[in-house]
């Protein structure tokens, strides 16, 4: 193999969501050289190292391809000596996979045969494996990579939900500063105190107290309350897309709502930079081009309940306000943050009939969640998102996550027009 050709590389016994790690940091910038295979015909095998099944699975390998491989270990597994490999051992990282990777390219470019070493007698069977009894082995290698992975998954899936949700309360609602709070106060009770002690004592003369500004109110930002979430991703099971059936559960219409409105208003606002308001709604709803901002005459209440109202036709409509005219009272909401928000109430974990959940798509930006309403995982999502080209199915796949969740992220980053053309 020449230094300029891709060395090929394929996985074995890694779960599923360090197989989805492995695919990105592949398909990245980080892994130049290196091309992650599914065929048995690849260069060198990287395997994790975990179990009987996997080591019976690298000495098969050895004997039957003869090739270099690389294997993920744990920090305080033993580590027998065998030719032609390299070890990784974990916890995995970018730098220990290029490391690891460069030795293993080196091993390939020299041309070391791989050779099996005699199993112990622990592992060793009591006669050859013929081919019917090695497919059978294989199989059940594969059914406990698959049982481990499912788990795996599922344990990775509770922990990571708990810390992100803990990770996303925090950001939020400022636990950090107010633990930081709590201890400035603490100190500045002992100074005063100790401050009242010595002027009892006589010993110092009392202080004017200093005029304290008013320390400004923090912005306000959408709760991620159990009700939220509810009411943003729903409560829809997966489904098996290729089904017909289990489709039709999942996909919605338009047709009706008030969403595609809202959309119309801000591209029409910002065609003619006229002021647009959306007529048929039970209150004030206008859009403000020159302020990329709503105006909003109702309770959130009502505004959730018209996200799920389907209306007649030509109920709604949209009217040119002139600039003179004077707007009726209300608050004014940036117009991705109603939008974002308006396009999860009305997808609640759905996908509309205008997207597809298998399309590969491409973001082409993280949402600003210090502003937008931060669904679960959703940070995941973007981040996994951003960096290849994959379908809301991936995602969820990819993630082992349940689908709700990707699929109102979906509605909502292509509502805002996060995703590249």
């Known amino acids: 193999m020449s230094v300029s050709e891709q060395l090929t590389i394929t996985t074995s016994g890694f779960a599923a969501k360090e197989q989805a790690m492995l695919e990105v940091f592949f398909g990245g910038r980080n892994a130049i050289g290196y091309n992650l295979v599914s065929s048995g015909d690849a260069d060198a095998l990287m395997i994790n190292l975990k179990d009987e099944a996997a080591e019976r699975h690298l000495h098969n390998w050895l004997n039957d391809a003869g090739k270099p491989w690389v294997a993920v270990v744990d920090g305080k597994a033993d580590k027998p000596s065998r030719n032609a490999g390299v070890y990784i051992e974990r916890p995995l990282s970018i730098k220990a996979l290029q490391e690891g990777l460069s030795d293993l390219k080196k091993l390939v470019q020299s041309g070391v045969k791989a050779k099996a070493e005699p199993l112990t007698a622990k592992d060793a069977p009591s006669k050859p494996l013929n081919d019917r009894d090695r497919a059978r082995e294989e199989a059940f290698a594969e059914w406990q990579a698959r049982k481990q992975r499912s788990t795996q998954a599922a344990s990775s899936w509770q922990g990571e939900h708990k810390d992100r949700e803990e990770a996303g309360l925090n950001s939020r609602f400022s636990v950090h500063r107010n633990e930081l709070n709590s201890l400035i106060l603490e100190a ?76 119309r208003a801000v591209k029409t606002g910002n065609e003619t930079n006229n002021i647009q308001q959306i007529v048929g709604v039970p209150g004030a709803l206008f859009y403000l081009p020159a302020e990329k901002a709503f105006l909003v005459g109702m309770d959130s209440d009502l505004l959730l309940q018209l996200t799920r109202t389907r209306f007649g036709f030509d109920e709604l409509s949209l009217l040119d306000k002139e600039p003179e005219q004077e707007l009726p009272k209300g608050k004014r909401v940036a117009a991705d943050e109603l939008v974002w928000q308006l396009a999860l109430f009305t997808a609640r974990g759905r996908v509309s009939d205008s997207l597809s959940a298998e399309e590969p798509l491409l973001l082409a930006e993280i949402p600003d969640f210090e502003r937008l309403l931060e669904t679960p995982h959703a940070r995941s999502i973007a981040e996994l998102w951003q960096s290849q080209r994959l379908s809301a199915r991936n995602v969820a796949d990819m993630l082992s996550i349940p689908q709700r969740f990707v699929f109102s992220f979906l509605v909502a980053a292509d509502a805002v027009g996060l995703y590249c053309q």
């Open 188 to 263: 500045q009770k002992q100074v005063q105190e100790k401050q009242a002690r010595l002027e009892a004592e006589g010993k110092i003369a009392p202080a004017p107290e200093p005029e304290v500004a008013p320390e400004p109110e923090a912005p306000k930002v959408p709760s991620l309350s159990a009700e939220m979430i509810l009411q943003c991703c729903g409560s829809l099971s997966d489904v098996n897309l290729d089904e017909a059936t289990e489709r039709r559960r999942v996909y919605f219409s338009l047709d009706g709502l008030m969403l595609p409105w809202i959309l």
